[in-house]
């Protein structure tokens, strides 16, 4: 019986039994095994760290404390007097502050809506083998070369009513456009819609860099299995791009919640206050001179912007996981 499970032992092959506990040759394969694993584990100097450290400190933690001290103060150039939470309770009392809420939420939906869904399209398109795709490419991507400003101005001569383009071109069709940027129903959405027009190139960009990066093996699969166009975009595409999604509703959801200067250059927050969001709110009581009480306004946008986009980041991060 000995003999036998000494045969039994030998007849082993040699990886597997140098790999039995007990035996030198095994624990030797173990050291080689463990070896780089444990050279891979090595530390850096804190000096490595201090440069990014001292920037991130100076850049946004010091000025993100000293905002959320001066909230609480009465404040000009000169002097700072701490009046507690006086600013936060002014400011929620204002007028305009429930529609500035509700404006700035719809406006970062639509925005960051309509640019996931034109720009995955786009980025099928422009992926495909079109000839002209490289001109193309170049064409989507201008506006985001454009300054916010210029866009702002330009459109607000074309949205002009009577007199812009947009009111010309509708009038060949019997149509009379309206007040697009003077009326409260349409204000909002005609602004957030020039949005979507000046960003959408780069969210173009995200998605085609993330459908280039898929195999086309597994295109080449689904072809085999008699799929068409359709099939791979919804079996493929689709889902594989998804982290390029996330990415650009995160870009474009904090985009939308403190977008401030396309805004305030075609319409200033009106009529009224029907495209007034927080950021624009805010600087309206800079220029009245209420320092503190704007600064506890870019607080309360800080905060928000916080609460809405950490969840989603959490959420959209252990989707990716789940990949």
């Given at each position: 019986?000995?003999?036998?499970?000494?045969?039994?032992?030998?007849?082993?092959?040699?990886?597997?039994?140098?790999?039995?506990?007990?035996?030198?040759?095994?624990?030797?394969?173990?050291?080689?095994?463990?070896?780089?694993?444990?050279?891979?584990?090595?530390?850096?100097?804190?000096?490595?760290?201090?440069?990014?450290?001292?920037?991130?400190?100076?850049?946004?933690?010091?000025?993100?404390?000293?905002?959320?001290?001066?909230?609480?103060?009465?404040?000009?150039?000169?002097?700072?007097?701490?009046?507690?939470?006086?600013?936060?309770?002014?400011?929620?009392?204002?007028?305009?502050?429930?529609?500035?809420?509700?404006?700035?939420?719809?406006?970062?939906?639509?925005?960051?809506?309509?640019?996931?869904?034109?720009?995955?399209?786009?980025?099928?398109?422009?992926t495909s083998r079109l000839r002209s795709?490289?001109?193309?490419?170049?064409?989507?991507?201008?506006?985001?070369?454009?300054?916010?400003?210029?866009?702002?101005?330009?459109?607000?001569?074309?949205?002009?009513?009577?007199?812009?383009?947009?009111?010309?071109?509708?009038?060949?069709?019997?149509?009379?456009?309206?007040?697009?940027?003077?009326?409260?129903?349409?204000?909002?959405?005609?602004?957030?819609?020039?949005?979507?027009?000046?960003?959408?190139?780069?969210?173009?960009?995200?998605?085609?860099?993330?459908?280039?990066?898929?195999?086309?093996?597994?295109?080449?699969?689904?072809?085999?299995?008699?799929?068409?166009?359709?099939?791979?975009?919804?079996?493929?595409?689709?889902?594989?791009?998804?982290?390029?999604?996330?990415?650009?509703?995160?870009?474009?959801?904090?985009?939308?919640?403190?977008?401030?200067?396309?805004?305030?250059?075609?319409?200033?927050?009106?009529?009224?206050?029907?495209?007034?969001?927080?950021?624009?709110?805010?600087?309206?009581?800079?220029?009245?001179?209420?320092?503190?009480?704007?600064?506890?306004?870019?607080?309360?946008?800080?905060?928000?912007?916080?609460?809405?986009?950490?969840?989603?980041?959490?959420?959209?991060?252990?989707?990716?996981?789940?990949?």
């Open positions: 019986m000995v003999t036998d499970a000494r045969a039994g032992s030998n007849a082993l092959p040699a990886g597997l039994r140098d790999a039995e506990p007990g035996r030198a040759g095994g624990r030797a394969r173990r050291n080689r095994v463990t070896g780089p694993r444990k050279s891979v584990r090595r530390t850096y100097s804190p000096l490595f760290y201090l440069p990014a450290g001292v920037v991130y400190l100076v850049i946004f933690v010091v000025p993100t404390a000293l905002s959320f001290y001066f909230a609480l103060t009465r404040w000009t150039l000169f002097d700072a007097k701490f009046i507690g939470l006086d600013n936060f309770r002014q400011f929620f009392s204002e007028q305009s502050l429930r529609s500035s809420l509700r404006n700035t939420l719809v406006y970062a939906v639509v925005t960051s809506g309509l640019k996931v869904v034109l720009a995955l399209g786009l980025g099928v398109l422009l795709r490289g001109l193309l490419r170049s064409v989507v991507f201008f506006p985001v070369l454009v300054s916010t400003v210029a866009v702002g101005i330009t459109f607000s001569v074309l949205l002009a009513p009577d007199t812009g383009l947009v009111d010309k071109v509708l009038a060949v069709f019997g149509v009379s456009g309206p007040d697009w940027l003077g009326q409260a129903n349409t204000a909002l959405i005609s602004v957030a819609l020039v949005d979507v027009w000046k960003g959408v190139g780069l969210a173009t960009v995200i998605y085609i860099a993330g459908i280039m990066s898929i195999p086309q093996e597994y295109y080449e699969a689904v072809s085999a299995d008699g799929g068409g166009s359709w099939a791979k975009f919804w079996h493929v595409t689709l889902p594989l791009s998804r982290p390029a999604t996330f990415t650009v509703i995160l870009l474009s959801f904090i985009g939308g919640l403190r977008s401030f200067d396309l805004i305030w250059t075609m319409t200033k927050g009106g009529p009224g206050f029907a495209s007034d969001t927080i950021a624009s709110v805010i600087y309206k009581q800079y220029q009245a001179g209420f320092f503190g009480l704007s600064t506890a306004g870019n607080v309360v946008l800080f905060v928000l912007v916080t609460l809405i986009v950490f969840p989603l980041y959490r959420y959209f991060n252990s989707r990716e996981v789940d990949l």
